[in-house]
């Protein structure tokens, strides 16, 4: 086995009514002001925020909520909230919502731990991340698995037209704790609950397709998290009221997103991912406002059919891992596993092209947005199974279309 290193240091609380636990958690880490980050209305109208707050307020400590994030987060929002935190002088943030909530939360906890650093800053590179405020969450949305993982993602609004996306990854936004009780993920509409599993799916393909491989068991986990998803998606969609589908559809999104599936295919450290479909989907979201999880079934097959040639006997073996297909012919293999994942993706309701994600078929001109945003102006490229620079996206936008 090669050499590895895992950090995953979340504490988990898992099931029914475990949001009571909140001010348990909080103070077990040492808050005693807790600043509350959550998204929109339907968080107050349900009463969890109300609950959340008699937790904390009855474990002998003071709170303050702030609401208002939305999908593909803010930067605006966070350093409002910033600004909020460090004038109630919060000394642990708490997000209660799903994955733009927690990492608008993780901003807010990097804010207020380097008050004189403009946050934008951190998702630049241009200053490094060493300190940031303990945060906890409690999650309401299965999909993006940032309750355990060690990334933030950011749309710059205040200095963009539109937005630019950013993701930021450091040990520093890794959380405390989060609470997890599936059934806050019922009431969900169903379009959220398939994107969900979309971007489930998505996290543990990005770590699996990669240049450098190794270690059987990372393999093997990385396969159960596939066929979980397969199996548990479309019945959480079919039916959210199913206890047993909606909670492996939530523990799938905290395995998918907290490195286990990509350990110890890196030399010394873990599984570079390829990543190419996330920073595909992530420009899409940039300009169009997209549901992230929606952006990558709409590239991912054309991603896969562009890059498949650069290792096709991965496509073999993902094939053989998650579907038991085996065939003599690793092309086949391959093709007929990207068709039972389109399928899967139709049983999510998600698109698998970009007229069905946009509901127009995008020209040249946008094609070629979409790749200047997704190439930061020309100045990087993206993915490893295969380099992809600017022409190479633009050729797998109009393959996705």
Not at 120 to 126: D, G, L, V
């Amino acid at each position: 086995m090669k050499k590895f290193e895992f950090y995953a240091p979340t504490e988990i609380i898992f099931g029914p009514d475990t949001e009571s636990r909140t001010g348990e958690m909080a103070k077990l880490y040492g808050a005693n002001k807790v600043f509350v980050v959550y998204g929109g209305r339907s968080a107050k109208k349900s009463g969890l925020i109300d609950r959340v707050e008699k937790s904390i307020q009855d474990a002998g400590m003071t709170c303050m909520t702030s609401g208002g994030v939305v999908p593909n987060p803010l930067l605006s929002t966070a350093e409002r909230m910033k600004k909020e935190a460090i004038d109630f002088g919060a000394d642990f943030v708490l997000a209660v919502g799903g994955g733009s909530v927690i990492d608008t939360a993780k901003a807010v906890a990097i804010g207020v731990a380097n008050p004189d650093v403009e946050l934008w800053k951190f998702w630049t590179r241009e200053v490094p991340l060493t300190k940031s405020l303990p945060f906890g969450t409690v999650l309401t949305i299965a999909a993006a698995g940032s309750e355990m993982s060690d990334t933030t993602v950011i749309s710059n609004d205040v200095d963009f037209d539109p937005p630019t996306k950013r993701g930021l990854g450091s040990r520093w936004n890794r959380g405390k704790f989060a609470i997890m009780n599936p059934e806050l993920t019922m009431t969900l509409p169903v379009w959220q609950i398939g994107a969900g599993a979309a971007d489930i799916f998505m996290h543990t393909s990005e770590r699996f397709f990669a240049p450098v491989q190794g270690n059987h068991l990372t393999d093997e986990i990385a396969a159960g998290v596939f066929r979980t998803i397969i199996t548990f998606g479309p019945r959480g969609v079919a039916n959210p009221d199913d206890y047993e589908a909606m909670s492996e559809i939530m523990w799938c999104g905290s395995i998918s997103h907290n490195t286990i599936t990509g350990l110890g295919a890196k030399g010394d450290t873990s599984r570079e991912g390829d990543w190419a479909c996330h920073q595909l989907g992530m420009a899409i979201s940039a300009i169009y406002d997209s549901t992230h999880g929606a952006t990558l079934s709409a590239v991912w097959p054309a991603w896969c059919r562009y890059v498949r040639d650069a290792d096709l006997h991965r496509f073999a073996y993902f094939a053989y891992m998650v579907y038991g297909i085996k065939k003599e012919d690793d092309l086949m293999a391959s093709e007929m596993a990207i068709e039972n994942t389109i399928a899967f993706f139709r049983k999510l309701g998600m698109p698998v092209t970009l007229t069905e994600l946009l509901g127009h078929r995008p020209t040249d001109e946008e094609i070629e947005a979409l790749a200047d945003e997704c190439t930061y102006r020309n100045t990087r490229t993206i993915g490893s199974m295969k380099t992809l620079d600017r022409d190479a996206i633009i050729q797998i936008y109009k393959d996705a279309r």
